[in-house]
């Protein structure tokens, strides 16, 4: 830590030397989570990637709507036998195979229209599109819900940690040392897998095994010392900061201090690692329901989805295609909003573009 | 030097000793049910549940069941499956470990050459749309699931173009080893190390990247250019070299992750019996001895790992003792 940012106690080091850039030029400086802000505004990419987030979310929010009104289809009752009317006629959404005897069903590939299986149906004769945008209100609210969890948990850590320091600091620091050993992967397979047949049982409160806190909380866990580390380093560097010197030589109490000068300088790294934990939560999220000990049937997530399709990659691999394009778009735009983010509120970047 | 051995040493002991404890918890101190009934499997017999409660010394306080799991884990080494008809747990998963490293080893060797000229290539031309194209790859590859990529490239070079001249090479998914058919190891492999690789080839490349227009700054860049040295030289010499360091450390804890499981997606996809397929299986059939120990024993290794990294650099960098 260094430059201006460090002269501004209660407020995020980003507004340092812009504020006092302003004051040099007229009455009224503006906040530095609005220069942050309108720095972000003026990065195309990370433009980009918000509005493809948000439209990724509105659409999921619409799915029930598209099933109703415009798929016309049940998205999670098996139905062998339907058939969806296409230029005119119908058709039968599981068709016989190709082989001599007829042998065995394959569902229908996509038709491009959205009333009759825009993508095509899965191998239970289900619409794959609604199911998609079904899939995407779980995997969504799975990252986004882990992705919260687990940056307060490791705020909590790596504050206690670097503010603490000492004994405090050595046992935080080893435990995530042991969790982070732990392929994470596996770490979360090992939970999810004393989980999933029975649910959790802590004292009164009861997780059931088909819930969808379970991903929630065994991602967040898997993830925490990822983003525990960072934010300790940054606590360490503010505890030797001028300020905090500062503070302390004034007598302010150590309660205050952590939570008017350390918090809010620590809160810019918590911002910036929001994203990038729900990159890594969405991605982990369809690993684990892909391994059937994520999001349990008859739910949908976009990982249970490309399991569904992965028995039909050779004939109609739109099934397993769609939801992985899905992912990708999303976790490439949670990344771009991350990158987006710390180059408007990292504090060095802004004062070296700067001078 | 000595006494900075013995600390590294005692820590990794330690270290050991915390990620026992914390795996035998996850699988037998978890509150809600009853450990037996997972270890017995579905639909158990009450005979198997009393064998199983018998066996762990489920019947005997927590300390006495972490030290028999243990002890058969380490010692005896005859963990036995109930779900597998009484498998050895331990020999399988030792049997299993040639497949990973082979696929494991592979996809280093692609990963690194290529992040080194990816990560090389963009700094050199930073700010220029090359650059810029190539980091954007990058962080799509990072942003990709493994397991999906892995069945694209199983449909594009198994069923859709497998009959094409690029890719009629490519045999059935599945392992041949490497001192039985040293070609066909190479064939069955190569595609799956290519798509195990495309993740950290895009991590590594804009690690390095950022590390080499960091390194750009440093005094002893300018030095290297003041004295009159080509820019590629400076760039390859003076700036590679230091910019390894991070790539380094980095490259040991993964590799260390990746041979202790966390290649299970790939395995999976591609039908290579290796660890992690084991795991794979173990997971479809509740079998949680045999997932206890694979993930007790790439634990371990990710921590041996880190502590032969640690000592490489204690004997390279005198600063570190």
């Not at chain 1, 407020?11 to 006092?20: F, M, N, Q």
Request: overall charge positive; aromatic content about 8%.
């Amino acid at each position: 830590m260094s430059g201006g940012g460090d002269l501004l106690p209660a407020g995020p080091a980003t507004g340092g030397l812009a504020a006092s850039d302003a004051v040099a030029r007229g009455p009224v400086a503006p906040g530095p989570w609005r220069v942050a802000g309108q720095a972000l505004l003026r990065n195309p990419s990370a433009v980009t990637s918000m509005a493809v987030l948000l439209l990724l979310v509105l659409l999921s929010l619409l799915a029930p709507a598209y099933a109703r009104y415009v798929a016309h289809t049940d998205p999670f009752m098996s139905d062998v036998a339907a058939t969806v009317s296409l230029h005119g006629e119908e058709v039968p959404v599981m068709q016989p195979n190709h082989n001599r005897l007829h042998l065995g069903l394959t569902p229908i590939g996509p038709t491009w229209n959205p009333r009759a299986d825009l993508l095509g149906a899965d191998n239970q004769g289900r619409d794959v599109a609604a199911r998609l945008l079904y899939g995407g209100r779980n995997s969504l609210l799975i990252s986004f819900c882990a992705a919260i969890l687990c940056i307060a948990l490791a705020a909590m850590v790596g504050i206690c940690a670097g503010f603490f320091g000492g004994v405090t600091d050595m046992l935080l620091s080893r435990l995530m040392d042991i969790m982070w050993a732990i392929p994470v992967y596996l770490f979360a397979i090992s939970l999810s897998i004393v989980s999933v047949s029975q649910g959790l049982h802590l004292g009164p409160v009861t997780i059931r095994s088909d819930s969808l806190l379970l991903p929630i909380v065994i991602i967040a866990l898997v993830y925490v010392p990822y983003a525990a580390r960072p934010v300790r380093g940054r606590v360490l560097s503010l505890r030797r900061a001028e300020f905090v010197t500062a503070a302390r030589c004034l007598g302010v109490p150590r309660r205050r201090i952590l939570l008017r000068d350390i918090l809010p300088n620590v809160s810019t790294t918590l911002i910036v690692l929001a994203p990038l934990v729900m990159a890594l939560a969405l991605l982990a999220e369809s690993a684990l329901s892909f391994l059937s000990i994520g999001v349990q049937a008859p739910a949908a997530s976009w990982g249970t989805l490309i399991e569904d399709g992965t028995g039909l990659i050779y004939t109609r691999p739109a099934v397993a295609i769609a939801p992985g394009i899905a992912i990708v778009v999303t976790v490439l735009a949670l990344n771009i909003l991350g990158d987006g983010l710390r180059d408007a509120l990292d504090v060095r970047e802004t004062s070296r573009g700067r001078s | 030097m000595l006494m900075a051995l013995l600390g590294r040493l005692g820590q990794t002991l330690l270290v050991l000793l915390g990620i026992s404890v914390l795996v035998f918890a996850v699988f037998f101190a978890t509150p809600g049910a009853d450990p037996t009934a997972r270890i017995a499997g579905r639909n158990a017999s009450p005979e198997t549940m009393a064998a199983v409660r018998h066996e762990y010394g489920f019947d005997r306080p927590l300390p006495v069941q972490y030290l028999r799991m243990m002890d058969k884990l380490f010692v005896t080494r005859d963990l036995s499956s109930f779900v597998d008809h009484g498998q050895k747990v331990v020999p399988e998963v030792l049997r299993a470990a040639p497949v990973t490293l082979s696929l494991v080893g592979g996809a280093a060797a692609i990963w690194v050459a290529a992040s080194v000229t990816i990560g090389t290539i963009a700094a050199a031309m930073r700010g220029s749309w090359i650059d810029r194209g190539l980091m954007m790859l990058g962080l799509v590859g990072i942003s990709m699931p493994v397991f999906w990529l892995g069945e694209v490239a199983n449909l594009v070079t198994q069923s859709r173009y497998h009959h094409s001249w690029l890719f009629s090479w490519v045999p059935g998914l599945g392992y041949v080893s490497l001192w039985r058919d040293p070609s066909g190891w190479f064939a069955h492999l190569v595609i799956p190390w290519i798509v195990l690789a495309v993740l950290f080839i895009g991590i590594y490349g804009r690690v390095l990247r950022a590390d080499l227009v960091a390194s750009f700054d440093e005094d002893f860049m300018r030095t290297a250019r003041a004295k009159g040295l080509s820019d590629s030289r400076v760039l390859l010499h003076h700036g590679l070299r230091t910019s390894m360091i991070t790539f380094v450390s980095l490259f040991g804890l993964d590799f260390a992750q990746l041979v202790g499981g966390g290649a299970l997606l790939t395995e999976v996809v591609f039908g290579l019996p290796g660890v992690g397929r084991l795991t794979y299986q173990a997971l479809n059939n509740l079998d949680l001895p045999l997932i206890m120990a694979t993930v007790m024993y790439s634990a371990v290794f990710v921590v041996l790992a880190n502590a032969v990294v640690d000592l490489v650099y204690l004997l390279l960098d005198p600063r570190t003792r």
